[in-house]
């Protein structure tokens, strides 16, 4: 019976939906093309899916870019897409842990070797056949700070939001969006106790702040399947999950991958 639950799991899940196409920075563009593999953008793999009409690259566009004509190069030939302006609104935050915003020197080496270790996660790009790209939110709450916003923390320009927060109580489980592989984790200084799932193709996703990881580096997981909890560890103003969600190494907004239901 089990196996049988199975089976139609996987058959059911076979079709594939597409994240929303908004090619903005920090958005996805999903630009049609002739060929199925050895796409790139800027020396990065993109992730290519097929849809009714054909092959489609799903490109991820870092927040950095700046609007303009961009080229994926692929075997046969470069393919060009275009990268519309967007505004992201400003949010000031204030953060009581000052070393979290101004770490201390002896904070430095850790905060540098946790950064390489989450860059190399998400620059992993595993082949696999189908990536479930239909999103459901891991973790059920409050939308407390959307992606994109520039940041100011205690009067203090940093990086914009790389991902989507939800608040919700310390202990809330958090739910793989889609089935993946465990890429890293760890307790990391700003982001807290972190996990970090490979989706397949470049498509990474990260949640941090945990209270508790039932996971483990290696370990295969399916569509729902517990991750942790939600917790107010690392750089935070209080309990929330803060997702983020990156293709070929660039981040984006995660509310280009939810409701988009695996047919
Ligand atoms: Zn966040």
Redesign the pocket.
């Known amino acids: 019976m089990k196996y049988l639950f199975l089976t139609l799991l996987v058959v059911c899940q076979s079709a594939m939906g597409l994240p929303k196409h908004d090619p903005v920075p920090g958005g996805i563009a999903l630009v049609p093309i002739s060929t199925d593999s050895n796409v790139t953008f800027d020396g990065q793999l993109v992730m290519v899916t097929e849809s009714e009409k054909g092959y489609v690259a799903v490109v991820g566009i870092p927040l950095s870019r700046s609007p303009g004509s961009f080229h994926l190069d692929t075997p046969e030939g470069k393919v060009h897409f275009n990268v519309e302006a967007k505004q992201y609104e400003e949010q000031r935050l204030t953060i009581e842990n000052k070393r979290k915003v101004n770490p201390y020197a002896q904070d430095m080496e850790r905060i540098t070797r946790e950064r390489a270790e989450m860059d190399a996660a998400f620059n992993t790009f595993r082949p696999v056949n189908r990536v479930q790209t239909g999103f459901d939110l891991p973790t059920e709450g409050i939308m407390s700070?959307s992606f994109g916003l520039r940041r100011i923390l205690n009067n203090q320009p940093r990086n914009p939001?790389?991902?989507?927060?939800i608040a919700a109580p310390e202990g809330t489980p958090i739910y793989s969006p889609a089935s993946g592989r465990i890429v890293a984790s760890g307790d990391y200084f700003f982001n807290g106790n972190t996990v970090m799932v490979d989706h397949g193709q470049g498509l990474i996703t990260m949640y941090?702040?945990m209270s508790s990881i039932e996971v483990e580096v290696g370990q295969t997981v399916e569509k729902r399947q517990l991750l942790g909890e939600v917790g107010k560890t690392g750089r935070v103003t209080g309990a929330?999950l803060?997702?983020?969600v990156s293709l070929n190494n660039a981040r984006v907004n995660p509310d280009l991958f939810l409701n988009k239901e695996d047919p």
């Open positions: 700070s939001h790389s991902g989507m927060d941090c702040h929330h803060h997702w983020s």
